[in-house]
């Protein structure tokens, strides 16, 4: 089964850029979508952005503008570029895949953003 690995949070102030990186231990071809998705405390789970194995992305629209989401197949990673950040995008970032049976793979361990103000 495939693993994912996210990685590249921290602690930036309020304006700051984080680059996201989630790696996959086998491919993510069979994944229709890659998306990340964050939890902030005591909120749950959301959708911030997705791309397509096409190249289709979506972003939430509170970080639309300012996230930007890419896919290398070739690689099995996916990128989150994350600019301007704000207080209120703090949270553990989590990636993860659609396949034509379901979720891609089991929840990783995520990656820790906070974003001081």
């Known amino acids: 089964q495939v693993q994912l690995t996210e990685s590249g949070g921290g602690l930036v102030h309020h304006g700051g850029s984080l680059r996201l990186s989630c790696a996959a231990s086998?491919?993510?071809?069979?994944?229709?979508?890659m998306g990340w998705y964050r939890q902030a405390p005591g909120k749950q789970r959301e959708l911030v952005a997705s791309i397509t194995s096409d190249g289709t992305s979506y972003y939430l629209g509170s970080v639309k503008g300012r996230f930007t989401i890419s896919r290398d197949s070739a690689k099995n990673t996916v990128v989150l570029q994350m600019n301007s950040l704000k207080p209120e995008d703090t949270g553990v970032y989590y990636c993860?895949?659609?396949?034509?049976?379901?979720?891609?793979?089991?929840w990783g361990q995520g990656t820790q953003v906070t974003v001081s103000s």
């Open positions: 993860n895949g659609l396949t034509r049976v379901g979720q891609l793979a089991s």
């Open positions: 086998g491919s993510i071809n069979s994944a229709h979508v």
